[in-house]
């Protein structure tokens, strides 16, 4: 039986780029925890497979590919030669994953990356400089690969106060590539 709780609404961030994703397409929620941004993307029609190394909150949710599994403990990727319309990570960062986020993401596909940065730790958790992105790092992270559709850095208010970085970034085949902005 599928545990109640109260799922958070998705990111704003999110939201906003999820236009930018093929329709119909595949999506990976990286760390999905609860499953928010799996549970809305599927909802908005794609074909989402979601992962975390406690899934519990995913019991018995329809129509959403679930694996459980520690993506830091030296094992192998689970997605090795898949490719994905839409990766979303939020609220996560194990550094060491960033070449293969990349990688995952098939041409014309999106990465939608949003997480804590460093000065977060005035705020609350986390504060571990190792969960923590560096200035510019997720810039740094899609150099060469993707082209940065969308980038914001620095302090929010909402959901709570934080210190956040965000990118949206394309793999595009060819500089002549149809790109599908979101409304700003």
């Known amino acids: 039986m599928a545990i109640d709780r109260k ?3 998705p990111s704003d961030w999110v939201i906003r780029f999820t236009p930018a994703i093929r329709p119909g397409g595949t999506v990976l929620d990286v760390a999905c925890g609860g499953g928010r941004h799996a549970r809305y993307l599927s909802k908005q029609g794609f074909r989402v497979t979601a992962i975390d190394r406690d899934v519990s ?3 018995g949710v329809a129509d959403i590919e ?15 030669g898949r490719r994905f319309d839409g990766v979303i990570v939020t609220n996560y960062l194990f550094r060491p994953l960033f070449s293969t986020l990349t990688e995952s993401v098939a041409d014309g596909g999106v990465l939608v990356y949003e997480t804590f940065g460093i000065g977060n730790e005035r705020f609350g958790r986390p504060q571990n400089p190792n969960f923590l992105l560096r200035p510019g790092e997720l810039l740094q992270a899609v150099s ?9 850095a620095g302090t929010v208010n909402i959901p709570s106060p934080a210190v956040v970085q965000r990118i949206a970034a394309i793999r595009r085949s060819s500089v002549t590539d149809p790109i599908r902005l979101p409304a700003p």
């Open 57 to 59: 909150a995913m019991s």
């Open 7 to 9: 799922i958070s609404p």
């Open 66 to 80: 679930v694996l459980e599994a520690d993506l830091e403990d030296g094992s192998p990727w689970p997605f090795a």
């Open 144 to 152: 060469g690969r993707l082209s940065v559709l969308g980038y914001q």
